[in-house]
């Protein structure tokens, strides 16, 4: 079993649809990244979490720390919110630097 | 504007030669890392630098090498021995290794071994 598991895989929604992404964990963490991947690869950091909510344009992330669970929502989704969606924790016992990286979750919004 | 530098974007090599990627930041950050990324699969870390002159493993160093001779520069070797190279390479930079530094991350490189 993965460490860090992320659903859906894959998400379509239509122009202006609210969007959740779940991110669950098994292990004690630090810290928890949502991260953005675009189409050519790079990727942008969104969120970096270690407890309660964050808020950023459109963007909200929110943490569970005793249920090991983040969520990452996007409200009125637009077409240019198309990539995959990256989770990734930081673990108490890791080495330092190293984080866990769900698979992503591939968005796609049609117009 | 500061950021992460990584090339070239797309890599071709023959099979059993040594490639080298590079990553250069402006950030003035003390740590740097190189990831690999395959289809379906999370990133996986190859290498870390917490600073100049010092470089650790990750979980899948074989086949790979680095050096981190400047602060800004953490280039990576694929060499012959890594037996499937073919895959999207990221590096990444933070200010440091504790837990409350975020990664800024580059563009990639997608090398195809041939």
């Known amino acids: 079993k993965n460490e860090v598991e992320q659903s859906p895989q894959n998400l379509t929604a239509q122009e202006g649809e609210f969007i959740t992404i779940n991110c669950s964990y098994s292990v004690g963490i630090s810290a928890l990244h949502w991260l953005q991947q675009h189409p050519g690869g790079g990727i942008v950091s969104l969120f970096m979490l270690s407890s309660g909510k964050k808020k950023h344009g459109r963007l909200i992330a929110t943490i569970n720390i005793q249920e090991k669970h983040s969520s990452l929502h996007i409200t009125a989704s637009h077409p240019r919110d198309s990539a995959v969606y990256i989770c990734a924790v930081r ?6 630097g190293n984080l ?9 919004v049609k117009p | 504007d500061g950021g992460i530098t990584q090339s070239p974007k797309y890599l071709f090599r023959k099979e059993g030669q040594n490639v080298t990627l590079s990553c250069e930041q402006n950030l003035n950050h003390d740590a740097m890392y190189w990831y690999r990324q395959d289809p379906g699969q999370g990133l996986r870390l190859i290498y870390y630098s917490q600073i100049v002159n010092d470089f650790q493993k990750g ?8 050096s981190r001779e400047k602060k800004e520069s953490f280039p990576l070797t694929v060499t012959s021995a890594q037996k499937n190279p073919t895959a999207f390479y990221l590096c990444a930079s933070s200010l440091g290794t504790g837990q409350r530094y975020g990664y800024t991350f580059g563009s990639g490189t997608r090398l195809t071994v041939v």
Do not use: H, M, N, P
């Open chain 2, 59 to 66: 979980d899948i160093a074989e086949g790979y090498s680095v």
């Open chain 1, 100 to 108: 866990i990286f769900g698979k992503g979750t591939k968005l796609s």
């Open chain 1, 91 to 96: 673990s108490k016992g890791g080495s330092q």
